[in-house]
């Protein structure tokens, strides 16, 4: 089993940032990857970022792309996603999901999921 905590959303106007953590617990070490996505309102969950393990490989969706960085702390068990310029569109629950298979682009792929986080972009 492993346990993911997010932590880190808000309130923040449009251009400003923020950074999100998301602590994992329990059995980490058979872990291959980490990742956030994301859902508004109305709307279907979205892959934002995800990120190996051992932190050598990242992927982004191509609307976060130069704006958001993933990173993993392994001595922390922590994974971070660090959220610059951001827009008003970015509103949404940001979900932390951790997967111990080699795929990481659905929301298939990932077999732990945490409570998520909210985020809101003012304009």
């Known amino acids: 089993q492993v346990q993911l905590i997010e932590s880190g959303g808000g309130l923040v106007q449009a251009g400003g940032s923020l950074r999100l953590s998301c602590a994992a617990s329990?059995?980490?070490?058979?872990?291959?990857?980490m990742a956030w996505f994301r859902q508004a309102p109305g709307k279907e969950r979205d892959f934002v970022a995800a990120i190996t393990w051992s932190g050598d490989i990242t992927w982004y969706a191509n609307s976060v792309k130069g704006r958001f960085t993933i990173s993993i702390d392994n001595a922390k068990n922590t994974m971070y996603v660090q959220m610059d310029s951001l827009k008003p569109e970015d509103t949404a629950v940001y979900y932390c999901?951790?997967?111990?298979?080699?795929?990481?682009?659905?929301?298939?792929?990932?077999?732990?999921w945490g409570q998520g986080t909210q985020v809101t972009v003012s304009s």
């Open positions: 329990g059995r980490t070490f058979s872990t291959y990857a």
């Open positions: 999901a951790a997967t111990h298979t080699p795929s990481v682009g659905s929301m298939r792929d990932y077999e732990y």
